[in-house]
């Protein structure tokens, strides 16, 4: 059998290469419907025989085949689905595998909108949900129920960077019957490959280190042929999926996938390593971080740190308003994974649709500031940094 070709050569080459004219980049189909060659060849893939139809119907265009190949390889699964963001590809994981009476079991500390949409839309259709603290799997053994079907995972989480067991809590909810879905957004396959770890399904904003660049909406899920195919009708039915464009941005993208998150961790545990000796910085959250609680654990299950950090800033959310005010090459601005350094204020922006009383047990607090680091050259963003906090 052939070697399986390394992770960066499968960024590069992964998908590629099957395009018409000898094209050597893989063409943007735009278009929105495809011709049949017969009445019995539409039939046939009406009735479920491989073939493009519809983009909205999974494989959607030769574009998003090979975004999808390209992302399946990367995070070692068989099938996957492209969709229009990362809350469209939650979405109908949910829907998919879940209905009315159903138990969901999710990480406690999330993005705002996987919150919202589990804690809000989700039990509109009476799914019950609990958010538990997942980094504690005594938690999640004792919040398991006889009706869970799902455990739900972010780790690193958003935007504490707390990180989660998923091998060990895979286990405990094959135990019980239920699957494990990762939302892989932060570490992303090359940091981290849950699937690899013990994971069923794997979600991932696009919109962040996928595209990359900070200039597309997009997700994906990625697990075994049985579930993905499980999830494709909701898919379509849902109509979440993801444009033409975005996917060959996207499957772009990922050719540098490994050489730019290379580079976001170095800078990050540059800058992390800045803010902990900082005066003005209460505390700093990057799991490379030897006094991150998880730190070895992420040490197991990841092959690096990432690019996104937080820290608390002395003199709470002030202080932490005139950091953010005075930063002059680094944007203040929600999403991540872009090129360049963003920052944000989770309480008052990407996680104030928590309430304030759960964002403060769970340490998001007004203090606590994101920073998406990105891959300028380090010495510029530390002394950015330096410049801002001189201000505080
Ligand atoms: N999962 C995680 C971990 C995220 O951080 C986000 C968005 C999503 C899913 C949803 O993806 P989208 O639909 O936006 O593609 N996170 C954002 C953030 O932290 N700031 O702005 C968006």
Same mark, same amino acid.
């Given at each position: 059998m052939e070697r399986e070709k390394s992770f960066g050569t499968r960024c590069v080459h992964?998908?590629?290469?099957?395009?018409?004219?000898?094209?050597?980049a893989t063409p943007i189909?735009?278009?929105s419907t495809f011709v049949f060659e017969s009445a019995e060849q539409a039939a046939a893939i009406f009735s479920g025989q491989p073939g493009y139809r519809y983009?909205?119907? &999974?494989? *959607?265009t030769p574009t998003h085949a090979a975004f999808v190949e390209k992302i399946c390889s990367l995070e070692g699964g068989k099938a996957g689905l492209a969709f229009s963001s990362g809350m469209a590809a939650e979405t109908a994981l949910f829907l998919s595998l879940l209905e009315s009476g159903d138990h969901l079991l999710s990480t406690n500390i999330i993005y705002g909108g996987t919150y919202g949409l589990i804690s809000s839309l989700l039990t509109k259709f009476g799914i019950e949900v609990s958010f538990v603290d997942t980094t504690d799997q005594g938690q999640v053994k004792a919040n398991m129920?006889?009706?869970?079907r799902m455990v739900f995972l972010e780790t &690193?989480? *958003?935007?504490?960077?707390a990180v989660s067991d998923i091998g060990e809590i895979g286990r405990i909810a094959r135990e019980a019957g239920a699957i494990t879905a990762v939302d892989n957004t932060f570490a992303t396959?090359?940091?981290?490959q849950p699937l690899r770890l013990g994971a069923d399904v794997v979600v991932e904003?696009?919109?962040?280190?996928?595209?990359?660049?900070?200039d597309l909406l997009g997700g994906v899920a990625v697990g075994s042929n049985e579930l993905i195919q499980s999830m494709k009708r909701p898919a379509l039915l849902a109509g979440g999926t993801m444009g033409t464009h975005e996917a060959w941005l996207c499957l772009r993208g990922l050719k540098t996938l490994h050489l730019r998150m290379a580079r976001h961790a170095e800078n990050a545990m540059q800058l992390a390593l800045f803010l902990e000796s900082?005066?003005?910085?209460q505390k700093v959250n990057y799991?490379?971080?030897?006094?991150?609680?998880?730190h070895l654990l992420a040490g197991r299950q990841m092959s690096g740190w990432g690019g996104m950090l937080s820290f608390e800033i002395k003199g709470g959310v002030e202080a932490g308003r005139r950091l953010m005010n005075n930063l002059r090459l680094c944007s203040l601005a929600v999403?991540?994974?872009?090129?360049d350094t963003l920052v944000e204020h989770p309480s008052s922006m990407?996680?104030?649709?928590?309430p304030r009383e759960t964002r403060e047990r769970l340490g998001i607090s007004d203090g606590l500031v994101r920073v998406s680091v990105g891959?300028?050259?380090a010495e510029d963003v530390l002394a950015d940094f330096e410049r801002g906090l001189e201000m505080v």
């Open positions: 992964a998908g590629e290469g099957h395009n018409p004219f000898g094209a050597h189909y735009q278009t983009i909205r119907s &999974p494989p *959607n129920r006889e009706n869970t &690193p989480a *958003n935007p504490t960077m396959p090359y940091f981290q904003s696009c919109t962040k280190y996928i595209g990359g660049h900070g900082h005066p003005k910085v799991p490379g971080l030897a006094c991150h609680p998880q999403s991540l994974g872009s090129v990407t996680h104030a649709v928590m891959i300028e050259d």
